[in-house]
């Protein structure tokens, strides 16, 4: 099977689920929208609907892969091949009104729909199917707090708990998590991340306390799987899919308020330990699983199962 996979980032999730399919046999092409984020231009995406009217007249492809609802239209606008997307979130549950509502009559438009999580698939409003994203659990892993220390530079007698986001995202809420830190009991200091290598997250993560989240909405976040496959507590707000992810997690929390974030950090630091999540979210972790069950999805549409 050969699939056009089209994306605005190549985000490392991205990535991850297009080396889970190529692992099943799935021979994948990218093309990404030139330039970077919110410096983009009109001329950017007209030179990505070139690269995808090129690529499809060029290559045999089964089928051609949106990822991301900004995506969908230039799939939709080549008409050759069957469309399957993928939802990301800000496409669906965000105050971007011209994206989700761009979403919202493409999509339905496409064979087939994924959604990333159960909460997600409620708020788009169209049929589709759950297909968690997957974590690589061989990259993302326990590692010794002090060896991870180490690697990262961090001091081996303190307590840190991790802001893994820029301060300047308004969704992200760090004035919340400035709060909750200074109202916990206990000497705790609080770091924030940006900019580090994807590789280099998982001794970020481990070298951690605990992973705090103050976000206001999300569609992930993927950092919480990220953390819960190397078993370091998360302590988080209820958005995305977060509960799906930490509610039968031990030494974590899900918090509905500053509060509850308050005491649920306590907790954390209290225990000293780590939690359980990496065992008790294992298919909510698994590319493989996330590979197999894209990879019916493509089946489904290329034999006409699903028609939405």
């Not at 339905?108 to 997600?120: F, K, N």
């Not at 998982?202 to 999300?218: G, I, M, Q």
Request: proline share 6%; with cysteine; charged share 30%.
């Amino acid at each position: 099977m050969r699939v056009l996979q089209l994306v605005t980032t190549e985000r490392s999730f991205f990535r991850e689920q297009v080396s889970a399919l190529e692992a099943r046999g799935i021979d994948c092409t990218t093309v990404s929208v030139p330039g970077r984020g919110n410096e983009r231009n009109p001329a950017d995406f007209a030179r990505f609907y070139a690269r995808v009217l090129r690529a499809v007249r060029n290559d045999e492809f089964d089928l051609v892969h949106a990822n991301y609802g900004l995506t969908v239209p230039f799939a939709l606008a080549q008409p050759t091949r069957p469309v399957v997307a993928t939802l990301w979130g800000s496409d669906v549950m965000s105050d971007i009104d011209w994206l989700v509502g761009l979403t919202e009559r493409t999509a339905p438009r496409c064979d087939a729909v994924i959604a990333p999580s159960e909460r997600l698939s409620r708020a788009y409003p169209g049929e589709d199917v759950v297909v968690p994203f997957g974590v690589d659990t061989e990259r993302f892993r326990p590692i010794d707090r002090a060896t991870a220390r180490e690697r990262v530079g961090w001091d081996d007698d303190e307590a840190v708990v991790l802001f893994p986001y820029r301060t300047d995202r308004p969704e992200k809420n760090y004035e919340l998590a400035e709060t909750v830190v200074d109202r916990v009991d206990a000497d705790v200091d609080l770091r924030t991340l940006t900019g580090a290598p994807h590789e280099e997250m998982p001794y970020y993560y481990n070298a951690s306390d605990a992973v705090l989240l103050t976000s206001r909405y999300e569609s992930g976040p993927m950092v919480v799987k990220e953390a819960a496959a190397c078993n370091v507590p998360v302590v988080a707000t209820d958005v995305g899919f977060v509960p799906e992810v930490l509610s039968d997690v031990e030494n974590s929390a899900v918090c509905a308020d500053a509060d509850e974030l308050v005491a649920g950090l306590e907790a954390v630091l209290a225990s000293d330990g780590r939690s359980d999540a990496r065992e008790a979210v294992r298919d909510e972790l698994s590319l493989d699983l996330m590979g197999e069950a894209i990879e019916r999805v493509y089946d489904d549409v290329l034999t006409q199962k699903i028609h939405v």
